[in-house]
């Protein structure tokens, strides 16, 4: 598929912004992990999707580096102001509803697409970690900064703007494909 085709479908499926990812770019950085440690989400320990449930760097790198290509999408919603929980809740909504929709189509045209989103896995109401295997392994979706991706420089370096100003916010995903 073509990138003009990509950027069509991510607007049709609702995301404000997209861009090439190169792969070569990511980075994963052990302490973005040590961010997840202090647990401020509550999910650390919690999920197979967070860490130390989601996989080392190592392994997490191995699956990344089978990658040649991808995108990086985003959902930029307006807010009052820094407090302005409500509108920020309704653009992460949003923001994965657009994730969810892209990822079954690009996985009917790239079956291995790999889909890393913002935040924790939400497949289920009570994930099954650490008792049971993961119920879907192929639904699960790992955040960007579970795998030790500092998502501020992986827009910059693929060109894609972070901050919209104080009255935005922005929540970042992006897809590998093969
Ligand atoms: S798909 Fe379900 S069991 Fe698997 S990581 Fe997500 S919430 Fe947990």
Redesign the pocket.
Known sequence: MEYIELEKLAGDVGFTHIAPLDPGTIRLKEDVRKMCEANTCGRYNK???CPPGCGTLEELSRQIGEYRGGILVQTVGEIEDSMDFEAMMDAEKRHKQHFMRMYEILRGIYPKALAIGAGS????KQ???PNEP????E??INSMEACGMLVLEVCKDNHLGYYYGPNSIAYTSCFLLE
């Open positions: 999920c197979w999707s896995c939400t497949q289920c994930c099954t970690y993961c119920r879907f392994p639904k699960k």
